[in-house]
């Protein structure tokens, strides 16, 4: 890998040290084997990771519990997957079960876990492929919390939505 640099202190690491180094280095391996050259954008979830490539295109990959990798499963996947149903994605985010993006033409799209209405889309049903986000629009910016999500219009107005 290119200019990626590792500094461990001369230290002894405690055992949580020694399995953030190891997930550190296992989500660096994912990456690169997932052709890192071309990833814009990347975002951990709760127990998956999804990704943005320069393309476009939105892959996702790990837990898959409540649909939260978007590819029309439930089921958890060690290797990314392309999520279906959003093209001409900009950007992406992970909430803890569910996942965020947000399209060039400022839609929001969401799927997972909707325990808490999290998705955004009027119900508590969880979603295993994207849905768009009701009542907004001109979305600029986007946030996934652990039970809410997040978005920020053009004109400064924020919006959330899913647990308090």
Do not use: C
């Amino acid at each position: 890998m290119k200019n990626m640099f590792f500094y461990f202190p001369r230290k002894k690491l405690n055992a949580f040290s020694h399995i953030a180094i190891l997930l550190l280095l296992s989500v660096t391996l994912i990456v690169h084997n997932t052709s890192a050259s071309i990833t814009h954008q990347i975002s951990a979830g709760g127990l998956h990771t999804v990704a943005l490539k320069i393309g476009k295109t939105v892959w996702a990959w790990g837990n898959n519990t409540y649909g939260q990798l978007g590819n029309g499963t439930n089921n958890d996947s060690n290797t990314p997957a392309q999520v279906s149903g959003i093209s001409d994605v900009v950007a992406i985010a992970g909430g803890f079960w569910h996942t965020v993006a947000l399209e060039s033409d400022g839609t929001v799209w969401t799927w997972g876990n909707n325990t808490y209405g999290q998705l955004g889309d009027g119900t508590n049903t969880d979603r295993n492929t994207p849905v768009q986000v009701d009542g907004i629009s001109n979305v600029i910016a986007i946030a996934g919390g652990h039970w809410h999500t997040v978005a920020l219009e053009s004109d400064g107005t924020v919006w959330t939505w899913g647990n308090n």
